[in-house]
Each structure stands twice: as C-alpha cells, then as structure tokens.
C-alpha cells in the first residue's frame, strides 16, 4: 500500500460557492456554482529576494518577499441546471457578477473539509463549446 495513500483525499465533493452580500466571507448567503470540473492549486511559495553579498563566495542568499497574487479559474459546465438553483444554469448566475464587475466572495470547500475564502472581480473565459 502507498504509504501517502492515508493523507490523499479525493476531489469528488469539492464545492464551489459565492456570496454578493457577505461582508466577512462568513456570513451571508451563499449560491453554489455545481458542475465543478477542476480547481486551481491554492497558495503558492512567496517570491524571493536576493541578499547576497559581495563578500559571499560560497552559497546564494534569499529574504521571503511577498506572496504572489493568483489568478484562479475554474473549469465548470456554465449551462449546468439543477433543482436547487430553481433550475438556473451557471452562466445567468455569473454573469451578473461579470457584467457588473462585482467583489464578491468566493469560497471553495474541498473534499477533506478545507475551505479557502477570497474576494475576487469575476471573469469569464470561454474555452470550448
């Protein structure tokens, strides 16, 4: 057996979520976004400055800078329908956010119970029909 085997947890479950009226990212409602095909990698290493000196002839030396902005997209089906968005598919929940530049909150709760909250202006890009 894959000793990591214990600590990999699968993507089925994953929830995608935002909130126009949130003023937390607690609190507020919430509508789901279903038809979730994949999510970005969350996160990331902070850049790094060097700080070598001149008087350094043996090994490179880094400070931690800042945390890099990510831009995150995710892969969905946009006309997904399901009941318990009164049957209204993805693309006509989003796009008001869209065309109105909205800072909602978006909130990801991955299938291990870890959720990740953010603000965000949404954007939409069409990959394939």
Do not use: C
């Amino acid at each position: 057996m894959d000793p990591d085997a214990k600590v990999q947890v699968a993507t089925m479950g994953t929830k995608l979520e935002f909130s126009t009226d949130s003023t937390d990212g607690k609190t507020g409602t919430w509508t789901r976004i279903y038809g979730l095909a994949s999510t970005p990698d969350v996160g990331g290493e902070p850049n790094t400055i060097d700080s070598t000196t001149l008087d350094n002839t043996e090994y490179e030396t880094h400070v931690l800078g800042l945390q890099p902005s990510n831009v995150l997209g995710y892969e969905l089906n946009m006309m997904a329908l399901v009941d318990e968005n009164d049957g209204i598919h993805n693309l006509s929940l989003i796009e008001p956010l869209v065309e109105g530049k909205t800072i909602a909150y978006w909130r990801v709760t991955k299938a291990s119970g870890v959720t990740f909250t953010y603000q965000a202006v949404t954007k939409i890009q069409y990959n394939a029909d």
